[in-house]
C-alpha cells in the first residue's frame, strides 16, 4: 500500500522560504510521477509542480522561478522548494503519486505567510 507523508509547512514571514518535503513507503518513488498541489481556503486544489518517473520537472508559469521541484531517491522524498514567499502562497500543500493509473494522496501540510 502506497502511503504519502507531507512535512515542513509552518508560518513564515513574507519573502522568506520554505521547503516541503513527501515521503513516500509502499513504492519506489522513481517508479512513478510526483505532483504538489495548492489549495486555498475555499478553493479546489490547484496544480503547482511535477516531476515524472524519470526525473523531468515542470512547474506552472505564475511559479516559475519562485517553486522547484526536486527528488532524492534514496530518501524516497520529493521536495518543493519556495523562495519569496507571499501571502497568496498561503494554503494546503498537497502531493499525490501517480503509478499505474493510480493516485495516492498525502494528508497535506499547512503553509502561512504573514505579510
Known amino acids: 500500500q502506497v502511503q504519502l507523508v507531507e512535512s515542513g509547512g509552518g508560518l513564515v514571514q513574507a519573502g522568506g522560504s520554505l521547503t516541503l518535503s513527501c515521503t513516500v513507503s509502499?513504492?519506489?518513488?522513481?517508479?512513478?510521477?510526483m505532483r504538489w498541489f495548492h489549495q486555498r481556503p475555499g478553493a479546489s486544489r490547484e496544480f503547482v509542480a511535477g516531476?515524472?518517473?524519470?526525473?523531468?520537472?515542470n512547474v506552472i508559469d505564475s511559479v516559475a522561478g519562485r517553486f522547484t521541484i526536486s527528488r532524492d531517491s534514496a530518501k524516497q522524498e520529493v521536495y518543493l522548494q519556495i523562495n519569496s514567499l507571499a501571502p497568496e502562497d498561503s494554503g494546503h500543500y498537497y502531493c499525490?503519486?501517480?503509478?499505474?493509473?493510480?493516485?495516492?494522496w498525502g494528508q497535506g501540510t499547512q503553509v502561512t505567510v504573514s505579510a
Open positions: 499525490n503519486f501517480l503509478l499505474q493509473g493510480r493516485v495516492t
Open positions: 509502499g513504492a519506489t518513488i522513481g517508479s512513478g510521477a
Open positions: 516531476i515524472s518517473a524519470g526525473g523531468a520537472t
